[in-house]
């Protein structure tokens, strides 16, 4: 099904989703089907590598998974992460990864992109003023705050930094329960 498709058919299934609400509809979004079987390496800003002991705290870069040969496959909304670097008070100053998160970008309420907001320690979207705790990746605040789990906690990458200190991410699954689905959400324990 495209993209297209995918859109119309939630506009008309709108309704029936209110009376509907235990059916599993991550499992119709467009997320990538194959579950990476390798890890991938971090880049940022075109192609530059993420590294623990030079990533600033409290800092954020936008990264591009799964990245494919395709520029224009490669601005699509459910491939749009952002890795953040907690500040201090959330653990960031560790060189380890531990202080960082690598979420979703895509907006569980609507869908529109949020962004890292560094002076005030959250992650915003700015639609709908949903508000995100990044140490976290749950809705605290907005309309995605008040939807049911799964889609109040963003998606999230696991990472992994090499010798050097560049970080890595662990391949994903694709499941609610696991590292969660794009637009849709992830359960937390
Ligand atoms: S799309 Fe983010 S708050 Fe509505």
């Known amino acids: 099904m495209s993209r297209r498709d995918f859109l119309k058919l939630m506009a008309a299934a709108g309704t029936v989703m209110t009376f509907a609400p235990f059916v599993d509809w991550g499992k119709f979004l467009p997320n990538n089907r194959a579950n990476g079987a390798e890890k991938t390496k971090i880049e940022i800003r075109g192609g530059e590598p993420s590294n623990i002991y030079s990533f600033k705290v409290n800092h954020s870069e936008v990264v591009i ?7 224009v496959l490669n601005t699509e ?32 309420h609507l869908w529109c992109l949020w962004r890292y907001e560094s002076k005030l320690n959250m992650i915003a979207c700015p639609c709908h003023a949903s508000a995100y705790d990044p140490l976290t990746g749950k809705a605290y605040a907005g309309p995605a705050s008040l939807q049911s789990p799964p889609s ?38």
């Open 65 to 71: 998974y799964p990245k494919t040969d395709d520029p």
């Open 77 to 108: 909304a459910f491939r749009t992460w952002q890795l953040i670097r907690l500040p201090l008070e959330l653990g960031g100053g560790k060189n380890d990864v531990s202080a960082f998160r690598l979420y979703s970008m895509v907006c569980l």
């Open 152 to 189: 109040n906690v963003l998606p999230r990458l696991d990472l992994e930094a090499d010798a050097n200190g560049d970080l890595w991410i662990l391949p994903p699954t694709w499941d609610a329960r696991k590292n969660g689905v794009v637009g849709y959400g992830r359960h937390v324990a």
